[in-house]
């Protein structure tokens, strides 16, 4: 599986599953939909709360990630996170570009 097919399969199931949504991909990295592609979080806990980074999926970390993401379409786990409307806030609008 390529890294685009991943994003594709993942992408729709998050669509599916709608707004606040995130793929489980481990305990720290997370997957949502922005609106028009597969975005990345890093998770933190600490003690002042949870804190949020972006994370770029860029293709080193597919070739190391490969055949646990793969695994984990097996069996995926996914949850229903409040803050990925503000995440979404942050992106640029859809037609930005346009």
Do not use: C, K
Not at 33 to 56: C, I, K, M, P, R
Not at 64 to 88: G, I, K
């Amino acid at each position: 599986m390529t890294r685009t097919e991943f994003e594709e399969r993942v992408g729709t199931i998050l669509r599916d599953h709608g707004t606040g949504t995130t793929a489980d991909l481990t305990d720290e990295l997370v997957a949502y939909w922005n609106g028009h592609a597969v975005a990345y979080v890093l998770l933190h806990e600490t003690a002042s709360g949870a804190n949020y980074e972006d994370f770029v999926m860029d293709d080193a970390q597919w070739t190391s990630w490969r055949s646990w993401l793969e695994a984990w379409m097996d069996s995926p786990t996914f949850s229903v996170r409040p803050e990925v409307r503000h995440w979404m806030s942050e992106e640029p609008p859809a037609d930005a570009d346009s």
